[in-house]
């Protein structure tokens, strides 16, 4: 290696570790930074995806009152808890406040494992129900049919709504699945007897 490519390397280094040493705190503050950053876009999705669910819930014809009254005011909670957690997050000073912060969020809320589907599924069972009793009155129906598909989607919302987030991703998802396996097979056999 020739001398002045040695020189070059060694004052480069030098250099480089000039930099590092002068800028400990200025280093420091990078990692918190980067957590609330990633943190904050997280609830940023999540706030955004409420914003879909109040607007497919508004378009959602045949919600049931009471139904539509629950999933409106989950959704405003929701908004209103995660705007609040945003802004605690800003505030942070330690890594491990944000991870918590991070925790809560996910947590606390289950924004795409529990309310996307609340909002989906009580648009879908309440609209087969609304389905049911309009071929309720036909004589050309398989009543036998409809009353199992009436059965297996009584109750459904319900069920569904009184779900609360947890840290137990899996168990809230085991919960909900039967629910929509109920309102597929109910959507299934509704279109074999129109």
């Known amino acids: 290696m020739s001398r002045t490519l040695r020189t070059a390397v060694v004052t480069t280094a030098a250099f480089a570790v000039a930099i590092v040493a002068g ?6 503050e990078r990692p918190l930074d ?5 943190v904050t876009a997280r609830i940023d999705k999540r706030l ?4 879909r669910f109040d607007t497919t819930l508004g378009k959602a014809e045949r919600v049931q009152s009471a139904h ?12 209103a808890g995660l705007t609040a957690l ?8 330690t890594a491990a406040a944000v991870k918590a912060d991070a925790q809560s969020m996910v947590n606390d809320f289950r924004v795409f494992i529990l309310t996307g589907p609340k909002v989906r599924l009580t648009a879908a069972i309440d609209t087969e129900l609304a389905v049911i009793d309009k071929l309720d009155d036909r ?17 459904q919302v319900d069920k569904l709504l009184a779900i ?9 998802r085991a919960q909900v699945q ?10 299934t056999t509704l279109r074999s007897l129109k």
């Open 68 to 79: 539509r009254a629950t999933l409106a005011k989950l959704i405003d909670d929701q908004t």
């Open 86 to 93: 945003r802004t605690k997050v800003a505030g942070e000073t």
């Open 139 to 155: 004589s050309d129906v398989d009543q036998a049919k409809l009353k199992s598909v009436t059965t297996s989607v009584n109750g």
């Open 23 to 28: 800028a400990p705190a200025q280093a420091a």
């Open 164 to 172: 609360q987030p947890g840290p137990d991703g899996d168990a809230i």
């Open 178 to 187: 039967p629910i929509r396996e109920a309102a597929r097979s109910a959507r």
């Open 48 to 51: 955004a995806a409420l914003k």
């Open 34 to 38: 980067k957590a609330k950053t990633v």
